[in-house]
């Protein structure tokens, strides 16, 4: 079965650095495809945060930094504020699948 | 400005159907890739449904043979039609655009979505 894995939950204090894994497989990132993240602040409409792996949208902070390597890919926020409190996902294109595939999301929680 | 105007979402009993529609400005949507992507209440996000420009069509395995995707040049619409409905088909329907000709690519902008609920 085609997935993408991220811990359910993470924290840190104000001001710390954090990162998010998602972790897949030969069919999606090993496959070459591109890993693109989201933040679903509450109540919201999920917003691009990185795209093509490493790419930030303009208007989105360079506190927010991307990567890929292999099968895994990890999102990492530096300088954490209160706002970013929030849900994150990350998405890919699975070729079993014959479409996309979100992972099941990360709540950033910050002290 | 690119904006995605989705309705036709509301209380459904199961087994019934339901179109949803996503509007489209700034954009001409049989020129892009397009998707429709769902979030059950308090839960995930989870893939759905995409149309290529060329008219080719893809589907989760959770809906195939009950969903169809579908556009009008016309009306520069994009449209979900929703059958056999069931319980866990419950959730936000949101439309998004992929960047141009990358079926692999991500979702951005999004509508705001509309909810389905589906119970009897």
């Known amino acids: 079965q085609s997935v993408l894995t991220q811990p359910p939950s993470v924290s840190g204090a104000p001001g710390q650095r954090v990162t998010i894994s998602c972790t897949g497989s030969?069919?999606?990132?090993?496959?070459?495809?591109?890993v693109h993240w989201y933040q679903q602040l509450p109540g919201t409409v999920p917003k691009l945060l990185i795209y093509?792996?490493?790419n930030r949208p303009s208007g989105v902070p360079d506190r927010f930094s991307g990567s890929k390597s292999g099968t895994s890919a990890s999102l990492a926020i530096t300088g954490l504020q209160t706002e970013d409190e929030a849900d994150y996902y990350c998405?890919?294109?699975?070729?079993?699948?014959?479409?996309?595939?979100f992972g099941g999301g990360t709540k950033l929680t910050v002290l | 400005e690119v904006q995605l105007v989705e309705s036709g979402g509301g209380l459904i009993q199961p087994g019934g159907s339901l179109r949803l529609s996503c509007a489209a400005s700034g954009l001409t949507v049989r020129s892009n890739y397009m998707s429709w992507v769902r979030q059950a209440p308090g839960q995930g996000l989870e893939w759905v449904s995409l149309i290529y420009s060329g008219g080719s069509t893809y589907y989760a395995d959770s809906v195939k043979g009950r969903f169809t995707i579908s556009r009008d040049t016309s009306k520069n619409t994009l449209y979900l039609q929703m059958n056999s409905l069931r319980a866990e088909d419950t959730a936000v329907y949101y439309c998004?655009?992929?960047?141009?000709?990358?079926?692999?690519?991500?979702?951005?902008?999004w509508g705001q979505g509309t909810l389905v609920t589906v119970s009897s």
């Open positions: 093509g792996n490493s």
């Open positions: 030969s069919s999606n990132f090993g496959a070459g495809y591109d």
């Open positions: 998004a655009k992929l960047p141009y000709s990358n079926y692999a690519g991500w979702f951005d902008p």
């Open positions: 998405q890919s294109y699975d070729s079993s699948l014959s479409g996309s595939l």
